[in-house]
Structure formats: structure tokens, C-alpha cells
């Protein structure tokens, strides 16, 4: 399985994991996006990403609005797909995005 987390490394030198939602090459705007999550938190975030030989890469912050509002279109469609996908019947899962994970959530009704 492929890793699907990034590390933010601060100007204090504080390591933030983050979990990667999903990621988008804009033909319009030629730049490649990662949008992600902090780790045990309900926001997200975006940003530039130059892929490096070694895997890592870089980021860049976006500066644009039209940056913004694509990503917070792609966003809101990612968002609809997971909800989508969570197995259908649930009354009250706010976590699962599969049958397999529902297990443990406490939430279900089925």
C-alpha cells in the first residue's frame, strides 16, 4: 500500500503529520496539488507540490484565488464521494467510507 501521509516541517522545527486526501495536476494552471489533512484534525488544506527524484518533494503555499476556489470545487466533490461511499443503510456514521471500516465506529445503525 502506498503511503498516504506527508510531514509539514515548521520554521520551530515542529514535525505535523498530515493525511493525504487526494492529489491534482491542473491543466490550466500547469502546477500539480496536494490537498491533505492535519492529523486528528477536521480541516483541510492544500498545497503546490514539486515531485522530487528522491520522493520526497516540496511544497509551495497557493497564492491565487482561482487556485482556491478549484481546489475548494475539487474539495467539495471529494467530499460528496466519500459520503457516497459510505455503505449505504448507515443512519449515523460520520466516520466509515466502507462497510470494512464501519466496523469499529460505534456509530452505525446497521
Given amino acids: 500500500m502506498q503511503d498516504r501521509t506527508l510531514t509539514l516541517i515548521q520554521d520551530d522545527g515542529r514535525e505535523i503529520l498530515c493525511d493525504i486526501l487526494f492529489t491534482y495536476h491542473s491543466e490550466e494552471f500547469n502546477k500539480d496539488y496536494v490537498v491533505f489533512q492535519v492529523r486528528g484534525e477536521g480541516s483541510a488544506s492544500a498545497a503546490i507540490y514539486h515531485p522530487t527524484d528522491n520522493g520526497k518533494g516540496s511544497l509551495d503555499r497557493i497564492e491565487t484565488d482561482e487556485e482556491w ?9 471529494y467530499a460528496s464521494s466519500v459520503e457516497d461511499s459510505c455503505h449505504s443503510g448507515c443512519q449515523g456514521c460520520s466516520g466509515c467510507h466502507s462497510s470494512e471500516e464501519c466496523g469499529g465506529c460505534g456509530e452505525c445503525q446497521n
Fill in 69 to 77: 476556489e478549484m481546489l475548494e470545487d475539487l474539495l467539495n466533490d
